[in-house]
């Protein structure tokens, strides 16, 4: 059966998502007949991913209409989803500097990419561009659903459905590293063969594809149920897929007996909760208070690895090169039979064809999916998919504990979103100073001016 639909796909011509959602929405069957609209401001990069899309079309018989466009707004009429993952700037320069400001003044950040003075900075730089994506949604397809790729995630999706009448979703694939926990740690139990090599759950390029193999190992056998916010999530529970048999219990005790110096911070965060953070220690240490004392400089205690910018830098030009080569027919697409989109297929499937689908994370608004949370917020959490939407599973109220942390985070995300959308510098900087890394009057003050001049560009509704 055939679904045919408009989907606009906005950083159609990014390196690593575009390669992959293209493929997967591509290869649907139930998809065939379907417009596919790509969108990037780059027109290099467009051009690439569509003569790619065109080649995967005419030699996989896929069916599909196509349109390129160098602005969204020209690709929005008619759609029925937009598949966005936009980023502002060269990313790794200015996720750098978004590190680098704030040490000037004494706030050294354990990672600066979603939480701290760096994930103001970064949601700052593309809550514009969002914003302008969702209000042309408003004029030309009321109706359509917003998937959103675009970090940080909780801020943008925050953004969009409290400040817009467009329904955003936010997918993320962070909720498997838990499963790769699980796997390692449970593997003698569940019969699961670890490759030797995976030293940490970081952004390592090589790491990947070891994690990979556990993750797929895995899955068959454990059913994980994790909630909270994005990068900051918690599993609930754990059962053996089969037998239903719950694995919590035997997964705290061999954790107990598990390298004590494997992802050290969510080894101790652990202990003090009693929930299992998800997403390894470099996205949990964004979010918490105790990892960027100067004086004890934590980061060294347990580790914590900043993104390594210069390689990922590289590697996307590399990327660009290889999607060139496929494009031209120099290179096989065979690599792409498998790639997944982290669940925007099977969102656009089950909308559009009234079909259902349970996906293990997603962001919408809190409508008491988290009974402890504040209504409204950006929460993730469990769905299920079908012709009606997206509807989050409840998964009742978390240990107050967390929650605490959780509402924490909540009120900065919130208050970083309406200072950008208002340029209100108060609530700017009193999002920095209830930012558990801030330790400082004054130096937040000062990074706040810094990233304001800095940024000066990307922010002028603070120099109105």
């Known amino acids: 059966m055939s679904l045919p639909t408009k989907i606009v796909v906005i950083g159609a011509g990014s390196a690593s998502f575009g390669e992959n959602t293209l493929s997967a929405l591509l290869r649907s069957k139930k998809l065939r007949g379907s417009h596919l609209a790509l969108v990037d401001h780059n027109p290099q990069s467009l051009d ?52 680098e400001i704030p040490l000037k003044y004494g706030l050294r950040q354990p990672y600066a990419e979603n939480g701290g003075p760096g994930g103001f900075a970064h949601a700052a730089r593309n809550l514009g561009p969002v914003m302008e994506i969702a209000r042309d949604m408003e004029a030309a397809c009321p109706d359509a659903w917003f998937i959103n790729y675009t970090n940080p995630m909780t801020r943008i999706c925050d953004a969009i459905n409290r400040h817009s009448r467009i329904r955003a979703i936010g997918l993320c694939h962070q909720v498997y590293i838990g ?10 139990d569940l019969g699961i063969n670890v490759p030797a090599g995976i030293s940490s759950m970081n952004a ?27 990068h900051f999530t918690w599993i609930l529970s754990i059962h053996e897929r089969t037998t239903g048999e719950d694995l919590y219990p035997l997964f705290r005790e061999r954790y107990a007996a598990h390298d004590p110096n494997f992802e ?16 390894g220690d470099s996205h949990l240490c964004e979010y918490l208070p105790w990892v960027s004392d100067p004086q004890t400089q934590p980061w060294d205690k347990f580790n914590l690895q900043l993104y390594d910018w210069d390689t990922f830098d590289t590697m996307r030009d590399f990327s660009l090169d290889r999607l060139n080569d496929m494009a031209d027919g120099s290179l096989t697409i065979d690599s792409l039979r498998e790639t997944d989109s982290e669940g925007a297929l099977e969102m656009i499937e089950s909308i559009a064809g009234a079909g259902s689908h349970y996906h293990q994370a997603a962001i919408l608004p809190n409508g008491g999916q988290i009974a402890n949370l504040p209504l409204g917020a950006a929460v993730e959490t469990p769905l299920f998919v079908d012709g009606a ?11 107050e504990g967390v929650a605490e942390l959780l509402r924490r985070e909540i009120t900065v995300s ?27 009057l004054d130096a937040a003050q000062a990074v706040l001016d810094d990233y304001l001049n800095t940024y000066r560009e990307y922010l002028p509704q603070f120099w109105r």
Not at 179 to 188: I, K
Not at 389 to 399: F, Y
């Open 48 to 99: 690439i991913v569509r003569r790619l899309a065109e080649r995967l079309n005419r030699e996989w018989d896929c069916g599909f209409a196509f349109s390129a466009h160098t602005h969204h707004r020209e690709a929005l009429p008619g759609a029925e989803f937009v598949v966005s993952a936009i980023e502002v700037g060269a990313r790794e320069n200015l996720w750098r500097q978004d590190w």
């Open 179 to 188: 499963y790769c926990f699980v796997g390692m740690v449970l593997a003698q």
């Open 204 to 230: 390592e390029i090589l790491l990947h594809p070891l994690r990979e193999q556990v993750i797929h190992q895995t899955l068959p056998r454990v059913a994980i149920r994790a909630a909270g916010l994005n």
């Open 264 to 279: 050290p911070l969510t080894r101790r965060v652990f202990n003090a909760f009693g929930l299992f953070p998800v997403p």
């Open 389 to 399: 939407g997206a509807h989050p599973l409840s998964v009742g109220s978390l240990p």
């Open 414 to 440: 919130q208050l970083c979103v309406d200072s950008v959308l208002e340029g209100d510098r108060q609530k700017a900087l009193q999002c920095l100073l209830l930012d558990p890394v801030t330790h400082d």
